[in-house]
């Protein structure tokens, strides 16, 4: 260890992979031909479809709104196309999506252009901060959270109609923000203004003759109150299931809840829990009255009755031990004293959580939950290594190679929540990435795949070093018994030979080889390698590479590459069965009823799984075209195929063009594929020219732009006189593709405006691709503005709550950067349904924002412009304006499914997006407020649903997983709030996940059996594959359309870190008031704008 002398100043718990293009693990576009997953998930457990890791923390926080590229301003209402409906097939313009057109004053166009009914009456009055009530000749009361402060963010008051009822107010007393509030932004955070204020309901009637109850949307999170379950549903054929949940028991302990403060203060829980572990063993029988407590690692004690004091002062000594190398012996380095004070705080109220449980009380007393949780916790936490709510242990099961360095451990997730049985705990198996314990010799040689000694490090090699050592922990091997710990810093930019340090004040230098040489008898082999830094930058030390050895039990958190995310997965990848068992021996392992903690506080665990009863929904049918021989089908076990049957709505494609970037594929085998894509897009019914404009381009990847836009230009020279333009670009790839794919779709939808589709270069190759063809020829079809399949009920009008008057269908979602990019932006997107009553086409938008902010910035906003003054805009706000003009009529009903959203964030997300769209509403129209129902969709979640019988095949699909459409919304759920679990796909392989919807906002009324059926109905509407997919498609597509737009991000904003908002679509030119809008001291850039054709299709697909 060399001392400078100061001269100067990665998770899984097992989801297959699921089709191709799903995953992030898959740059180029292919199609799925195995749906039921989502791709792009973080790896929590086996699924039937295919999650891919991607979501970064993804489900995790998401800063204020930002400048908008010049072609995304609505400036006006509504600019209709009268009563026109879509015609069917692709090519009349009004069966594509609308083009944004809206000119004019602030808050309304030219009213020549606004349809009678929207225009809007005077431009809302500007405020900020909480809305005021405003009187005036609507007599409507505006009342909701304020939109988070920024820069301009002026608000328009919520509008209301005339003919309101007044409901009596329910006061709202202020109360401490939950617990975990303070890891979100600050201006997503709800002011204690608005938790003072009073929540109305406002009625609104006069809509039409079936209106629904508008209420205003929530002035805080103490005020609202989560819909109510209406009532169990019944459809469906009834069946029971098992579920990874046991039952616990109550205690009828009394709790008490002490602060703990150690002194001096350290950040690692680990020396905070061997501090009072060793304070228990010291003094539970003489000052804690015989007590075992339980400790959180930081601030909270909790003990099954009370301590004999009130507050206690106690001094600590712990002994500093490093490993030694011959066995049990320890070498004593240094004894470190704490100081630690126990102060009684309060008694955990465990009455109200029994409360809670019955139904009795609305709200769940966290702190009861959290005490059971933590006792829960004591004993895993000493035997394994903590990772969130999971613990892992190399002893668990085997370790296996992911390549790199890495490898990994197997663990079990463990929660406890409240259900409808009483108190359950959640246990699932799960998979994460741990570094492997080497040498760090030899964990460079595998990061670099390569014998270091042969050749020196380029500086390549030094950065990808540099990037997986940062932060880790070393033990250096040169000191006989003494393995003392570092963590490393950096590299240092010289070869260890060349490093030297003055050793006296006099001056005096020693290398680096001198001075292992002399002190230790360590002769240095790999002086050609840098040395790694630790300690701080100020006093760095230097270890030769050679001396270290990697702790174990370090978990990489870190992105994974491909190869790696393969390899996991195929680690956790278990069948339903195997699974199942597992996750029983895991509960026999833990021993509940013997853990010491367990007892202490008398809370009993259940070693039986959960029985639930549970039904399955039957398949709806699908509508084909009527010039296919089969008109419509029912699909069997959550999937079809497109045997005999024509799309609904073929697209049209008079005109397209191939490039190719494959090096292995010639313009004879390219030209071939072209004309077999063609062929199948024709036999499927589409309206498909057999010849391209141009013959096949081969071009070099690296000149992808100039290619790309060469082409185009000389496609366009033959179209133009013509008036025609150029519908499709078909894209061969090689099958490793580095950024070429993104460079692509970037180009295509932002600069030139086109709609491409990508295949790779096996599937040229492959001899039987007349499958893969076809799922090809269904995204092509939804890319040009066609419709693959549509529900029967829908055309027959038969939907509840969708079918009786113009519902509008959006889908959200936010993703998220990866772990250790800390200044990429998030990425919101937006779709909604442009189709009614079909809704099956989806328009979206998507919008860069602050990193990791969850609450959607841009789904309403408020400018002002130098010439126009306070304009509105936002994605709610276009794609309302965009299906009044594909429909002729403007929604009468909103049904927004939100995607991404953990549950300690349901209050925040209900409150800002509800509001966002009530104001998007308003700012078209003063009296314009349809009902909206705002569900959540989640897949992080741990529960597993399993066969009663595994051998009995009638309640199984072939994977061995429960049937599609198995519904559960007892037992498991929430106590009394509107929940449910639905698993609407087909496993493939491993154990399906199924998608927990929860309702938070419904004005619509919905029944159990009304939205569990529309939901599981939509399934089968997702336009890339014959199958049921696992979650809802528009949150589905808002997923796609989202990671889509992280391509269009320049180069070297993922590690540089300067942009963070702004929506393709229309807002602020760049050069206005708002486009240089700062978030923390990040500049913030806009994404670069779609091109407005490219907005109206599904181009994300």
């Not at 004894?335 to 009455?351: M, N, Q």
């Not at 070693?607 to 069997?636: C, H, M, Q, T």
């Not at 049921?1028 to 949150?1035: Q, R, Y």
Request: hydrophobic share 30%.
């Amino acid at each position: 260890m060399v001392r400078k002398k100061r001269t100067g100043s990665g998770e899984s718990s097992g989801e297959a992979p699921g089709a191709p293009g799903q995953g992030s693990s898959q740059r180029s576009e292919t199609t799925q031909q195995h749906g039921g997953g989502r791709g792009l998930m973080p790896l929590q457990g086996a699924h039937g479809g295919g999650q891919h890791q991607g979501r970064g923390g993804g489900r995790g926080g998401r800063g204020p709104l930002e400048s908008q590229p010049r072609d995304y301003q609505v400036r006006g209402g509504y600019l209709g196309r009268g009563g026109r409906s879509p015609r069917p097939g692709g090519g009349p313009p009004e069966s594509q999506l609308p083009v944004y057109q809206g000119r004019g004053r602030p808050g309304g166009g030219p009213r020549e252009y606004q349809p009678q009914e929207y225009q809007v009456r005077g431009v809302p009055r500007p405020i900020g901060g909480v809305p005021q009530p405003h009187h005036g000749r609507h007599g409507g009361v505006s009342v909701g959270p304020s939109v988070p402060p920024g820069p301009l963010r002026s608000v328009p008051e919520l509008h209301q109609a005339s003919n309101v009822q007044y409901q009596a107010p329910v006061v709202v007393s202020p109360s401490p923000p939950e617990a975990g509030s303070s890891s979100q932004p600050a201006e997503a955070e709800v002011s204690t203004g608005q938790v003072q204020q009073r929540f109305q309901q406002l009625a609104i009637h006069g809509q039409s003759s079936t209106s629904q109850a508008v209420q205003v949307a929530p002035a805080s999170s103490k005020s609202v109150k989560f819909p109510l379950r209406p009532g169990k549903g019944t459809y469906g054929s009834r069946c029971i299931v098992k579920a990874n949940h046991f039952f616990a028991e109550l205690p009828d302990r009394d709790l008490h809840h002490y602060d703990v403060s150690i002194t001096p203060e350290v950040t690692s829980r680990g020396v905070n829990r061997a501090v009072m572990a060793k304070l228990v063993t010291l003094y539970r029988q003489s000052h804690l009255d015989g007590r075992l407590p339980a400790y959180d690692g930081r601030k909270s004690l909790y003990t099954a009755g009370p301590l004999p004091f009130t507050s206690r002062a106690f001094e600590i000594t712990l002994q500093d031990e490093e490993d030694s190398l011959g066995g049990g012996r320890s070498v004593l380095r240094r004894e470190r004293v704490f100081k630690v004070v126990i102060k009684f705080a309060a008694r955990a109220d465990l009455h109200h959580l029994a409360m809670f449980l019955a139904g009795r009380q609305p709200d769940a007393p966290q702190e009861a939950l959290q005490v059971l949780d933590i006792v829960l916790r004591e004993l895993p936490t000493a035997r394994y290594c903590p990772v969130g709510r999971s613990f892992y242990s190399p002893n668990l099961g085997r370790c296996q190679h992911l390549g790199d360095g890495l490898e990994t451990w197997r663990g079990f997730y463990q929660s406890i929540r409240p259900t409808q049985m009483g108190l359950s705990l959640n246990i699932d198996m799960s998979s994460t990435a741990f570094i492997e314990p080497l040498p760090v010799i030899d964990f460079v040689a595998q990061l670099l795949n390569r014998d270091i000694s042969v050749r020196p490090l380029s500086d390549s090699d030094c950065v990808k070093i540099k990037k997986a050592l940062r932060g880790v922990k070393v033990e250096v091997t040169h000191r006989g018994n003494m393995r003392r710990k570092y963590r490393i810093s950096g590299l240092t930019s010289q070869a260890t030979r060349e490093l030297s340090f003055p050793i006296d004040d006099q001056g005096t230098v020693k290398t680096v080889l001198q001075y292992f040489l002399e002190t230790y008898g360590f002769s240095i082999q790999h002086s050609s390698l840098p040395c790694l830094q630790v300690g701080n930058q100020q006093r760095p030390n230097y270890l030769p590479m050679e001396v270290c050895k990697i702790v174990e039990g370090q978990r990489y958190s870190k992105r994974l590459n491909e190869k790696q995310i393969t390899a996991l997965l195929k680690v956790t990848c278990q069948r339903p069965h195997e699974r199942e068992r597992d996750i029983l021996q895991t509960v026999q392992h833990n021993a509940y009823s013997e853990d010491p903690y367990a007892q202490e506080f008398g809370i009993k665990i259940d070693e039986r799984l959960a029985s639930v009863e549970a039904r399955v929904l039957p398949p709806p049918r699908l509508k084909y075209n009527d010039s296919g021989r089969e008109k419509d089908v029912l699909p069997r076990v959550g999937q079809w195929n497109m045997m005999n049957k024509k799309m609904v709505n073929g697209g049209r494609v008079s005109s397209w063009a191939c490039m190719n970037f494959s090096r292995s594929v010639n313009d004879n085998a390219a030209r071939m594929f072209c004309q077999e894509l063609a062929q199948m897009c024709q036999v499927s019914g589409m309206d498909f020219a057999l010849e391209p404009v141009l013959p096949v381009l081969t071009a070099r990847p690296e000149n992808v732009e100039r290619a790309l836009k060469g082409r185009y230009q000389d496609a366009m020279n033959k179209l133009r006189p013509q008036g025609r333009e150029l519908d499709l670009l078909i894209v061969i790839l090689p099958d490793n593709n580095g950024s070429l794919y993104g460079d692509l779709k970037r180009i295509c939808e932002t600069d030139l405006g086109l709609v491409s589709q990508c295949c790779l270069t096996k599937h040229v190759f492959k001899a039987n691709k007349q499958q893969y063809l076809a799922n090809v020829a269904l995204k092509i079809n939804v890319k040009v503005g066609g419709r693959n399949t549509v529900l029967v009920d829908a055309l027959a009008r038969r939907i509840p709550l969708v079918s009786d008057r113009p519902t509008i269908i959006f889908g959200a979602d936010v993703t998220h950067p990866h772990p250790g990019e800390d200044s990429s932006p998030s990425i919101a997107a937006v779709v909604a349904s442009q189709d009614w009553p079909e809704v099956t086409k989806y328009a979206g938008l998507v919008s860069a924002q602050a990193h990791r902010q969850e609450l959607i910035q841009d789904l309403f906003k408020v400018w002002q412009d130098p010439q126009r003054g306070t304009v509105t805009g936002g994605m709610v706000k276009e794609l309302l304006i965009s299906f009044r003009r594909a429909t002729g009529q403007k929604p009468q009903r909103i049904i927004f499914y939100r995607d991404g959203v953990s549950e300690g964030q349901f209050y925040q997300v209900l409150l800002y997006e509800l509001d966002a769209i009530r104001k998007a509403c308003a700012s078209l129209e003063p009296n314009y407020q349809p009902p909206v129902t705002f569900v959540v969709v989640q897949k992080r979640h741990h529960t597993r649903l399993f066969a009663n019988n595994h051998n009995d095949q009638r309640s199984v699909d072939k994977s061995g997983n429960i049937l599609p459409g198995t519904v559960v919304d007892s037992k498991i759920c929430h106590p009394t709030e509107f929940d449910f679990f639905l698993c609407s796909h087909a496993g493939i392989q491993g154990t399906s996940r199924p998608a927990h919807y929860h309702v938070l906002w419904d004005e619509n009324k919905f029944t159990a059996d009304g939205l569990q059926s529309l939901t599981n109905n939509l399934c089968y509407t997702y336009a890339r594959c014959t199958r049921s997919v696992s979650i809802v498609p528009p949150a589905y597509y808002a997923h796609l359309a989202a990671f889509r737009a992280r391509f269009y991000m320049e180069p070297d904003t993922s590690d540089s870190g300067s942009m963070v908002s702004g929506a393709t679509s229309r807002g602020p030119p760049p050069g206005s008031a708002r486009s240089s809008r700062a978030v923390g001291n990040v500049a913030v850039r806009p994404l670069p704008a779609l091109k407005e054709n490219v907005k109206r299709v599904m181009f994300y697909c």
